[in-house]
């Protein structure tokens, strides 16, 4: 039992549940950090134009590129 939560008993079953819960947690934070850091970069380096470019014409064959 928990002093502050005197419901709570921590067993097995609560050890995984709150293990497997702090993994996706982690998870997440993380991929929410890395897209922060990568966006930041390419904003950064003047990246605008080119990631604006790949997301308008993502399905131009290459063969009609011109820019790329």
């Known amino acids: ?7 709570f008993h921590l067993d ?4 995984v549940f709150l293990g497997a819960f ?4 982690v998870i997440v934070t993380t991929t929410l950090v890395n ?3 990568r966006t930041r970069r ?4 003047k990246k605008l134009d080119r990631i604006r470019w790949h997301c ?3 399905d131009l ?4 590129r011109v820019g790329a």
Do not use: E, K, S
């Open 61 to 64: 064959p290459a063969r009609d």
């Open 35 to 37: 897209a922060a850091i």
């Open 12 to 15: 097995t079953g609560h050890i």
């Open 22 to 25: 702090y993994t996706v947690l």
């Open 56 to 58: 308008d014409f993502h």
């Open 1 to 7: 039992m928990l002093p502050w939560n005197y419901g």
């Open 42 to 45: 390419d904003l950064q380096a």
